[in-house]
């Protein structure tokens, strides 16, 4: 339950983002967006704890293996 700044940067050569999907995986529940050299952060509060699904939602990307897990404890 407490606030977490999450920062993301982006030193790829195309622009990607950060998106951790809601339990039940149809929204998104934060989603941090850095084009190319760039850099993004947010402060988000997440109360369950659980494992979340992260994905690079850009097209192609997740399908390339830009997938991750959050860990909330």
């Known amino acids: 339950g407490e606030a977490t700044l ?10 990607h983002d950060f998106v951790v999907k809601t339990p039940d995986g149809k929204a998104d529940w934060i989603h941090l967006h850095a084009e190319v050299n760039a850099a993004v952060a947010a402060t988000f509060r997440i109360d369950e704890r659980g494992k979340y699904r992260v994905i690079c939602s850009v ?3 997740k ?7 959050l860990v909330v404890q």
């Open 6 to 15: 999450i920062q993301f940067e982006n030193d790829g050569a195309a622009e």
């Open 59 to 61: 097209p192609g990307h």
């Open 63 to 69: 399908e390339a293996g830009m997938v991750g897990e």
